[in-house]
């Protein structure tokens, strides 16, 4: 298991170090021109990276190994659970059914196709009217989005950052990380930013 872990960590790291080289912009590789921080890199490249070996792995007694080295890893690279500024792609937004309406939400972390973080909670759902539910309402799913908050702390032990699967297969495969969110914000790449602000000074 130390060897598996080993490999996992090399890989992490080999692609926080050399992220992507990639030079043409194109519909299809938009998404990877976008500048995301060290921290939401490094978590997308461990859960990715963890999936890979899990799913190469038949040992059942391995694969539960796997995730407590997963959790391990995690509580390394994240034992302050606050983030800032990172990205991910609106993939469901909805309102609770009660007669309170709360807005929650369903978060892809960019750089990861399965990584995805929520607000599964009633708590850390958005009440109509509050500041993040009016910014929400600006919002469509499918836009980006650049955001700041708190991972829920796992208290069953398993993952360090509280996980909604009910299962070892999900949680390893498919995980949704329960997070509060301080800031939702639609994102606006700096190009055109830079665009905006030099169609103003033309007026």
């Known amino acids: 298991m130390k060897n598996i872990f080993l490999v996992l960590v090399l890989v992490l790291f080999y692609y926080v170090a050399c992220g992507d080289d990639s030079e043409?912009?194109?519909?299809e590789n938009i998404e990877k021109s976008i500048p995301l921080e060290k921290n939401q890199k490094n978590l997308v490249s461990l859960i990715d990276s963890v999936?890979?070996?899990?799913?190469?792995?038949?040992n059942a007694l391995k694969k539960t190994a796997l995730r407590k080295e997963r959790k391990n890893a995690l509580k390394t690279l994240?034992?302050?659970?606050?983030?800032?500024n990172w990205k991910g792609e609106l993939s469901d937004m909805?309102?609770?059914?009660d007669n309170q309406g709360k807005a929650y939400i369903t978060v892809r972390l960019l750089g990861s196709n399965s990584v995805k973080i929520g607000t599964s909670y009633i708590a850390d759902m958005f009440p109509v009217g509050s500041k993040l539910f009016n910014k929400l309402s600006e919002i469509e799913v499918g836009d980006i989005i650049e955001f700041s908050g708190t991972f829920r702390y796992d208290y069953?032990?398993?993952d360090h950052l509280d996980e909604n699967s009910s299962t070892e297969y999900g949680s390893?495969?498919?995980?949704e990380f329960n997070f509060v969110f301080k800031s939702i914000d639609?994102?606006?790449?700096?190009t055109a930013t830079t665009d905006a602000l030099m169609d103003t000074s033309e007026d």
């Open 24 to 27: 043409s912009i194109s519909e």
């Open 51 to 58: 999936k890979v070996i899990y799913k190469q792995t038949e």
């Open 78 to 84: 994240f034992n302050n659970r606050n983030v800032s």
């Open 94 to 97: 909805n309102t609770s059914t």
């Open 156 to 158: 069953e032990y398993q």
């Open 172 to 175: 390893m495969n498919y995980p």
């Open 186 to 190: 639609k994102y606006v790449p700096e």
